[in-house]
């Protein structure tokens, strides 16, 4: 029997190699096609969100209308929908709620047995519905008009039969769905989305709702913590406030700065006023030019007029000092421009404020 003859290990590492480059060839090209249907999708919902803009009308002002007079006499909005357009409901309901306009969640179902409850006369309707033919939100429709309120419809048809029962109709109708096959609500729940964003914010506007209301409505978290505290609530105060005098030398003013634990300085004048700031890269910078610099005056290596911000500041606009100004400390002086503490911007994670 002849001697099965083995192929040579080179030629064994060639179609490896050839096999494995195939391999990355095809992934590649897969790459490429899923990136260029994730990029369909993203141009089809915008084209939706751009048609669903330029079929803004007089309607839109009527809902605005409507909606900001029923909140004038505390009443409320009431969302309804089904399904993908019920989804988009509940965040349109939390958007007008946080942002001063209570809202509540009606379920269709739920509705016909008990939960009708939560409609009250005066209150303004919003009606979910692409298609505006749901069964379950039509059923809803009579027990709905035995109370005195007004329905705003959000419809991509408006000749349907849920548009022929309503006060308003907004119209949402999407030139098509990002679905391939164009059935699965995309880009109408996409669109429908930023219509109930719009009718949010122009209602916040319209109502004269203030950063303060917002807060208010937003007590834990970040935004709260931003929007509610004032820099004397995060500042550095007392002994954890490193202060010298402008003719103290650098020397000691780094033992005030080491009994303080801060990576800064204020300076200030005969009159306990700000006239500068001194910090450790500073004298990093002054050490490398002036061997003798412990030994000079804080006047004469600090850096003068230093940013610093009022008390009664919010502490969201020393945030936002931080971070467009790219510096670790910041000074907090008093209306005579004494400098009575400091932020320390290593405190703000602690304090959740970035």
């Known amino acids: 029997m002849a001697a099965r003859r083995s192929t040579p290990l080179p ?40 048609a669903v803009r330029s079929q803004l009308d007089a309607a839109f002002e009527r809902a605005v209308e409507l909606t900001v007079e029923a909140l004038r006499q505390r009443r409320k909005i009431v969302v309804v929908g089904i399904g993908k357009s ?32 939560l409609v009250s006369d005066g209150d303004v309707v919003l009606a979910l519905s692409y298609s505006g033919e749901s069964e379950e939100l039509l059923n809803l429709l009579p027990a709905l008009k035995r109370f005195s309120v007004r329905i705003v419809a959000l419809t991509g048809h408006p000749k349907s039969t849920l548009a022929r029962h309503s006060d308003v109709v907004l119209n949402v109708r999407v030139p098509k769905e990002a679905c391939p096959f164009n059935l699965a609500p995309t880009a109408s729940t996409t669109a429908m989305l930023v219509l109930g964003d719009a009718l949010a914010m122009t209602v916040l506007r319209a109502r004269g709702f203030k950063r303060q209301d917002f807060a208010a409505r937003h007590p834990s978290g970040a935004i709260g913590r931003a929007l509610l505290l004032r820099v004397e609530d995060i500042m550095r105060t007392g002994d954890r406030n490193a202060v010298a005098p402008q003719t103290l030398s650098v020397k000691e003013a780094l033992l005030v700065m080491t009994r303080a634990k801060a990576g800064s300085v204020s300076v200030v004048d005969q009159r306990g006023k700000l006239v500068g700031v001194f910090t450790d890269g500073d004298l990093r910078r002054h050490m490398a030019a002036d061997e003798g610099v412990l030994a000079r005056p804080l006047k004469e290596v600090m850096t003068p007029r230093p940013i610093c911000i009022r008390t009664g500041a919010l502490a969201v606009e020393a945030l936002k000092v931080f971070n467009e100004r790219n510096i670790d400390d910041l000074i907090v002086i008093n209306p005579r421009r004494e400098p009575v ?9 602690r304090l959740k404020m970035m």
């Open 86 to 117: 019920g989804l988009i409901g509940h965040k349109i309901a939390a958007t007008l709620s946080s942002t001063g306009s209570p809202a509540v969640v009606l379920n269709p179902l739920d509705a016909l047995h008990g939960d009708l409850g």
């Open 341 to 349: 503490g400091l932020v320390d911007s290593q405190d703000l994670p």
């Open 11 to 50: 030629v064994r590492r060639r179609e490896a190699d050839a096999t494995a480059a195939s391999v990355a060839g095809i992934a590649r090209r897969r790459g490429r096609w899923h990136l260029a249907r994730a990029r369909e999708v993203f141009d089809l919902e915008l084209a939706a969100v751009r």
